[in-house]
């Protein structure tokens, strides 16, 4: 088949959309399709400039394409007969967004027409689609809460699963991902004041603001944990990461709230490690279930203390937390191999 | 500085219009930009034409970078105040091609009227380019004739010209590129049939479709040429081109009427070998000259049974002429230094 994915772009900008437009093309490619991908500059900055944007992704023809799969607002409201949703997120500054400092839609009657105005171009081109299928529960929801339109929920799978598989179970609990006050590994570190155990962790991964990155290697001189806290500050490539994740003995990963999954854990469940989480961690909750397939604790220093000493402490009980977390991962089947499938049907 | 560069393309259909794009794309970050590259779709349908053309002209990049590079219609409608055009051709149909045998809108009111929108569409986008430059001496002129608009020839270099070099001066004449109809290999089979020296064709290259091999190599049974030519009705790679190139003769390259020289040429010319070219080639001449560099004789058989005779004969000559190719490339500076230079201006 032909089949056209369509993103949007804001120049010179990557983020997890785009890794996952990109990973969905070369799946589509290795399943036998021609794929391509077509990017739709967005800039969205005025909010004037919406209208214009959304117009021109209207205005644009596609021949010679069986099927199209669009992730994200204005990109999908390019005109398709055979149109599939795998919706990212919508215009969130039009919706859940519109009453907060977030949004760039001022509180006035043309600020009120635009969301209007991108509400119904959203409404209509949900009624023409074939399928919409959404990315996570947290989008789902707001889709059914805002326009009123069910969805099939398709988390991403892993673009790289094979480099995670479990390599011995160590004495240390790792904490990937981007390093930021939303993703809190600050109060892993804080934690570390209070165990009791000889457990040790190993954080790796970009600040996003160098400040921050400052700010943790402050509190592991200044609590003296040097020989118990390694931080490895910056980009990291896949191999290494997926050797620290293979060899740990469990995972931890706190955001605040997130949307989705999370790879951190996807990819620790993958590698048969279990997963220390927090109660307000969002998505994370749909695939971390207490005293199962890893902990969720208070957000609070001296009770993830406490948590960290049982895994350490309770060595075999971890190990056979993580198979459990494998088994009932892989038992969602998020393989590209299914995923494809769905989204092709 | 930030660049984006911006093209149209046909979804699912590859060609010469996107090498320009990607070598340009990688040559200015080679030299320390950041680049951003745009492809949108475009289908030169008239029904459709104008809605496509408004979705490019909706979009504004100002914010974005500091300066938009475009290059196939209609991208430079994009919005951005420094905008430089690399113009590599009109919508030939409503240009040069105007009720020519290839154009099939009639000529009546609607089609003028069409046509004139067209122009002025064109117009708003090269007013408002700060530079335009051209991919040849006869699209400058066309521009000139057209719409009054002076274009500066910046010749396109080939990506990788170090894998040119000569090798040997083989008896075979080589001719490389997709196997269609305007470029003319059937032109060359026929004057296999009149050569007299052991002058063997190789033709290598892919078509659109199954006719034209078939049909060439239909030829090649009936008149008895199995032994002095072989076609490669294939994708061929770049060091499998190079080889070709650095072990022939010399190279043939008949295009009706191209806009260019043609990357063939030039790749030949790197190769210091001489290329047999016909009068109506369009932009050939403007690299290739008569016994300078190369043989430019009239597109018929016998003619072109002649020159490949003449080259085949006499290797001195073959050399001589062939020698001459890189002096040429260095006296039209066909270099990527010139292009950055003049994009980064």
Same mark, same amino acid.
């Given at each position: 088949?032909? @089949? ?23 799946? /589509? ?224 990963? /706190? ?28 998505? @994370? ?33 971890? @190990? ?26 | ?345």
């Amino acid at each position: 088949m032909k @089949i056209l994915v369509v993103n949007n772009m804001v120049p010179f900008l990557r983020g997890g959309a785009e890794e996952l437009a990109t990973h969905l093309v070369l799946n /589509l490619q290795q399943h036998g399709h021609q794929a391509v991908l077509l990017r739709i500059p967005f800039a969205y900055q005025k909010a004037e400039q919406i209208y214009d944007e959304m117009l021109a992704c209207r205005m644009m023809q596609l021949y010679d394409t069986d099927l199209v799969i669009a992730l994200k607002f204005p990109a999908y409201l390019i005109p398709h007969h055979s149109k599939v949703l795998w919706l990212v997120h919508q215009y969130r500054q039009a919706y859940d967004l519109s009453d907060t400092k977030h949004t760039n839609i001022p509180q006035t009657p043309d600020g009120e027409m635009l969301r209007q105005c991108i509400r119904e171009a959203d409404n209509e081109c949900f009624r023409s689609v074939r399928k919409i299928h959404t990315v996570s529960s947290v989008t789902q929801r707001r889709l059914k809460v805002y326009n009123n339109f069910e969805s099939d929920l398709l988390h991403p799978p892993l673009n790289d699963p094979e480099r995670f598989t479990a390599d011995g179970y160590r004495d240390y609990i790792f904490c990937g991902g981007r390093i930021n006050v939303m993703k809190r590994q600050y109060l892993l570190v804080e934690a570390m004041r209070w165990v009791r155990s000889k457990v040790k962790l190993v954080i790796a991964g970009p600040a996003d603001e160098p400040s921050h990155g400052e700010m943790m290697k402050t509190l592991i001189e200044k609590y003296n944990l040097a020989d118990r806290v390694q931080l490895h500050l910056g980009f990291q490539p896949r191999e290494k990461i997926s050797q620290w994740v293979s060899q740990s003995l469990a995972t931890a990963y /706190l955001p605040v709230d997130e949307d989705s999954y999370g790879y951190c854990v996807m990819e620790s469940f993958q590698a048969s490690k279990a997963a220390l989480t927090a109660t307000d961690s969002g998505g @994370i909750l749909g695939l971390v279930t207490h005293d199962q397939t890893g902990w969720v604790s208070m957000p609070d220093p001296r009770q993830l203390a406490v948590a960290l000493d049982s895994i350490f402490e309770n060595r075999q009980r971890t @190990i056979e937390m993580g198979w459990a977390a494998n088994e009932s991962w892989l038992g969602k089947e998020t393989s590209w191999e299914r995923t494809i499938e769905r989204l092709v049907a | 500085m930030r660049f984006i560069i911006a093209s149209s393309f046909v979804p699912f259909i590859y060609g010469g219009g996107t090498f320009i794009v990607d070598w340009l794309h990688s040559k200015l970050v080679e030299a320390g930009h950041e680049v951003e590259t745009i492809f949108l779709p475009f289908v030169e349908h008239q029904d459709a034409m104008f809605e496509q053309m408004l979705s490019y002209r909706l979009l504004d990049l100002t914010e974005a970078a500091d300066c938009l590079i475009a290059l196939r219609p209609p991208a430079y409608l994009l919005r951005h105040p420094n905008k430089k055009l690399w113009f590599i051709h009109h919508f030939r149909f409503f240009y040069d091609l105007w009720q020519t045998e290839y154009c099939h809108h009639k000529d009546n009111a609607r089609n003028n009227e069409f046509r004139k929108r067209v122009m002025d569409a064109d117009e708003v986008g090269f007013s408002e380019s700060k530079h335009i430059y051209t991919n040849s001496q006869i699209v400058a002129n066309r521009l000139q004739k057209f719409n009054a608009v002076e274009g500066e020839v910046l010749y396109p270099p080939v990506i990788k010209p170090e894998i040119f070099q000569c090798q040997d001066y083989q008896p075979t004449i080589v001719c490389v590129c997709r196997l269609e109809g305007h470029k003319r290999q059937e032109l060359l089979v026929e004057a296999m049939r009149y050569t007299k020296s052991n002058a063997k064709l190789i033709l290598a290259g892919k078509g659109s479709s199954d006719y034209l091999p078939n049909k060439l190599k239909m030829k090649v049974l009936d008149y008895g040429l199995k032994n002095k030519v072989e076609i490669r009705d294939r994708w061929i790679s770049e060091q499998e081109k190079a080889d070709l190139f650095n072990h022939c003769r010399a190279a043939a390259y008949l295009p009706y009427d191209e806009d260019s020289y043609g990357y063939p040429s030039l790749e030949a010319q790197h190769a210091s070998k001489a290329v047999i070219s016909t009068t109506d080639s369009g932009g050939v001449p403007e690299l290739i000259e008569h016994r300078k560099n190369g043989l430019l004789v009239e597109p018929t058989p016998v003619a072109l049974a002649a020159a490949i005779d003449e080259l085949v004969e006499d290797r001195a000559l073959a050399e001589r002429l062939g020698q001459a190719g890189p002096a040429r490339i260095a006296e039209l500076d066909i270099t990527w230094d010139r292009v950055i230079r003049k994009m980064a201006a």
